[in-house]
């Protein structure tokens, strides 16, 4: 008779593998991978296509798709770092408070493992539908309306960039999360640094400026289309990866102190 | 070889800001035992289930589950215990069968067909296989309960951790919870907190009596229900039992005798000094009494209530 074999995971590692599978089911194997499927082309490429119908008439494809780009990055930014935080908010906020933290925790799984599976299912999750699918969807309507994409590798960079700018927000909500024990100053922080930062980039100095994720959502299109872009985009590209790190390191350190 | 005991902890202590939720617990668990852990609200139960899962970090002290330390062996206990939650909360998009799958996938690494077969035989053994594949969202309490205990079981544990396992549960889900207990007594110790006294009679065989965060009494049940101290005969007459009960009174190894009348017949509790004395003498003394018929003469065994009552109140006063 065939035995079972039991689990040799341990350390940090130990129960990652079926959280993550836990997380990823939570989107997959309810409708709510559903709802963002429609949701993000409706917001984001709904839009697109609107200016797409007027822009047609009398546009060029050049401008149009310049056009396209401007939009696509930057609804693409902003609702996806408003998506982000409202998504990722009662990720661990909710757990411990349903109590299902504690029943999770009484297994044997590491409680770095609870939170970085729940960093990494989201974020591949969210980037999928929140970047990703309304990117194809973008140049899907590039060709339906100039017969023509925008140049590719610059797009992929782009698309790069705005993924690390929400990755940067799941961090930071998730390391919320941790921190405070409702969802209201989790979102509300998020958001917070969001707007805060829209409206204190005009008063701090440059170089702090550079060191936020603020400033890249405006110069994303013109990454995507090969603009010359100026060197200083990749100081808070390589900042808003450091601040990630860094919050993903104090919610791990958070959460194995919590007592659930 | 690993030693008898599942669970030993020594002072151990837990204090929330100013306030002391448990304090200096020393307390044994025997291996195969069903131990049950009693005291009113607020005892400090929960709190020692939770020092005992590492789900909260002691003040002071510290415990052993299998000769494990607890503070550094966390994760290799929690590999040998199963838990059920006081309320247990699990993921509502789930069915009863994903729940245990889930739980299967911090033990089991393969192979598919075995993991699922053991799934099915833990919903089987508390009664869930004809519900396994309903999302739990509509679960009732008592389902919610057996898809705990189901859960808890899923690694065969040679400790299971159970909080107020009937708390919520009308009669009958109380006594199919206690009958699975007793079905898992023969190969796991069973660990559990109640306030249920009369389902600890039933079932436990080990009793611990915590109050205001502190142990008042541990002991076999048997030995909590003898109660401590003289022994007190139990014994019901029937006739005119008047100079019986003066002529004992003047035996050097009798305490005391109280009596009352329930139904026309005289009850009457017998404390004596000297159990040889009692055991040859008592009833051939009152029987000597023609006057008298004896219906019943035993050891007075107390109720559950009555102990608890009485060292709650004691460490009270």
Known sequence: ???????????WSAGFRTLVGKELASWWKTRR??????????????????????MRKSGTPERGINEFMQIFFQLGGVFGMVGAIVATQGTIV???????????????????????????????????????????????ECWFFWHRLPPMPSFGEALGILAIHQVFYLALTLMLGTLFQSRGPVAGVA??????????????????VLLMPWPLVQALSSVALWHPVNFWIWQPVAAIVVWTVVFISVALWRFSREEL | MESD?????????????????????????????????????????TTTIKLLLGLVRPTRGNATLFGMDLAHDSLS???????????PRYYDYMTARQTVRFTAGFFYSGPHREVERKISEVLDLVGLADKADRAIRGFSGGERQRLGIAQAQINSPDLLILDEPAASLDPMGRRDVLEIMGRLRERTTVFYSTHILEDVQRVSDTVAILNLGRLVAQAPIGELLTGSGHTIYDIELRGAPASAAAELRTRPWILAVKEASTNGAAVWQVTVTDDAAAEAQLLRAILADPAVEVVRFGRKRFQLEEVFMNLIEGAAA
């Open chain 1, 94 to 140: 909710g757990e411990r408070r349903l109590g299902t933290a504690a029943w999770v925790m009484t297994k044997p799984a590491s409680r770095h493992a609870f939170v970085l599976a729940k960093f990494v299912a989201n974020s591949v999750t969210f980037l999928f539908l929140s970047v990703l699918w309304p990117a194809l969807v973008v140049l899907g």
């Open chain 1, 1 to 11: 008779m065939t035995t079972l074999t039991l689990t040799q995971s341990s350390g």
């Open chain 1, 191 to 208: 958001l917070g640094f969001w707007i805060g930062g829209q409206i204190l980039m005009g008063f701090i100095p440059q170089w702090m």
């Open chain 2, 5 to 45: 005991v599942a669970i030993s902890t020594r002072d151990l202590t837990k204090t929330y800001r100013s306030v002391e939720a448990l304090s200096g617990l020393n307390l044994e668990v025997r291996r195969n035992s069903i131990f049950g852990f009693l005291g009113p609200n607020g005892a400090g139960k």
């Open chain 1, 33 to 54: 991978w559903l709802i963002h499927m429609i949701f993000w082309p409706i917001a984001i490429n709904g839009i697109v296509f609107i200016v797409g119908m007027e």
């Open chain 2, 77 to 87: 206990i929690r590999r040998r215990i199963g838990y059920l939650a006081q309320d």
